[in-house]
């Protein structure tokens, strides 16, 4: 008599073949094939891992692109995300600030670039930016490229007007980032003051501009297997070069504070979904890495081939000595500028930052 466990689990190590197949050759994973990676079970894991990285070697090898973040401004944004430490009515004890001067930016960018950050993303929390704020950004990637021109610089501004996505290509920005984060059905419980095609607009606009785009998701706020996969493919649609995968940090005084659901193993999962989804395109280990993956985090190098370098926006990351540590530990090797491209109990381990990320700004000025 057939054990059904064991037919499952066939079904399944057959199943995660056609799939690696498909994505070897660069084609199109489909839905179902999606749903079973994330659905599929604690003990398939290393297999899962072992296939999704077999994808990420023949694209990328064994190549990690660091990334370092530089917040512009902090805070006092009138948008409502539930997930963000930034938004309208947020509570929670970060940094708030207006715009740093270009130089200190361009200042601590170097800093990163000399540890081996290859990409550059200047930050400023709200809506979209004035055309002045434009200007302010355009002033800090001159400042960036006047010493280290091979580096990527990549804006995230939020919502562009007409004509702003055409300006930062002038002035030499290399990517725009805007996130799609969560489905288009889904959008709605996680934000009231902008939609889901908002989001889609800019990231199109950004790509007609000549900016390579770069978009991607927040995962661990209450979301389905099916919307993960939606906004994958949703993605997968407006063709990123880079997909950024957040995990939700549950800031204190944010509605989805408190909010802790992810294990390291669904946290990988996750990832190795997006490296199938897209197995030619850089997939990088954004926010919240630290504290969902944990202990595990040298795994999700096997499926990822970018990462950020130290902290975060509001909140702190692991070292970058340390990072970086894990990198050579882990086998891989840092990507240089001349190559292509918890627990609800733990809530210690969200840490405010008392700086700007990729500043010296003290808290309360």
């Known amino acids: 008599m057939h054990d059904p466990t064991d037919m499952a689990a066939n079904g399944f190590e057959h199943q995660l073949a056609a799939i690696t197949a498909t994505a070897l050759r660069a084609d199109c994973v489909e839905r179902d094939e999606l749903l079973a990676v994330l659905a599929s079970s604690d003990e398939d894991l290393l297999d899962v891992i072992a296939a999704a990285g077999r994808v990420r070697r023949k694209f990328f090898g064994r190549r990690v692109k660091l990334n370092y973040l530089v917040n512009m401004k902090s805070g006092m944004c009138p948008e409502d995300c539930g997930y963000c430490s930034q938004r309208l009515g947020s509570s929670a004890e970060i940094l708030k600030y207006s715009w740093i001067n270009p130089d200190d930016a361009a200042s601590h960018a170097h800093c990163a670039i000399d540890a081996g950050a290859k990409r550059i993303c200047l930050v400023?929390?709200?809506?979209?930016?004035a055309d002045r704020d434009i200007e302010r950004v355009a002033d800090t990637i001159a400042a960036i490229k006047s010493s280290a021109p091979a580096v990527e610089v990549c804006a995230c501004l939020g919502l562009l007007k007409q004509g702003q996505a055409e300006r930062l290509r002038e002035a030499g920005a290399d990517a725009y980032n805007h996130n799609l984060n969560t489905s288009a059905e889904n959008y709605a419980r996680i934000c009231s003051t902008h939609a889901f095609t908002d989001r889609a607009a800019t990231v199109a606009a950004a790509k007609s501009a000549g900016l390579s785009p770069c978009s991607g998701a927040i995962v661990g706020m209450g979301e389905s297997y099916e919307d993960i996969v939606d906004v994958a493919l949703a993605l997968r649609e407006l063709q990123p070069d880079s997909v950024p995968v957040n995990f939700l940090i549950p800031f204190e005084g944010t509605p989805l504070g408190g909010h802790w659901e992810l294990t390291p193993q669904r946290g990988l999962r996750i990832l190795a979904m997006f490296r199938f989804a897209f197995?030619?395109?850089?997939?990088?280990?954004?926010?919240?890495?630290?504290?969902?993956?944990?202990?595990?985090?040298?795994?999700a190098l096997h499926l990822a081939n970018s990462m950020f370098l130290g902290d975060y926006l509001t909140s702190q990351g692991q070292p970058g000595q340390d990072d970086r540590a894990m990198i050579a530990d882990a086998g891989f090797v840092i990507e240089g500028l001349e190559e292509p491209t918890l627990p609800v109990e733990r809530h210690d381990l969200v840490i405010t930052r008392q700086r700007g990320a990729g500043t010296t700004t003290p808290a309360n000025t």
Do not use: K, M, N, S
């Open 124 to 129: 400023a929390a709200g809506r979209g930016p």
């Open 279 to 299: 197995p030619d395109v850089e997939v990088r280990i954004a926010g919240g890495r630290e504290i969902h993956l944990r202990t595990l985090q040298p795994l």
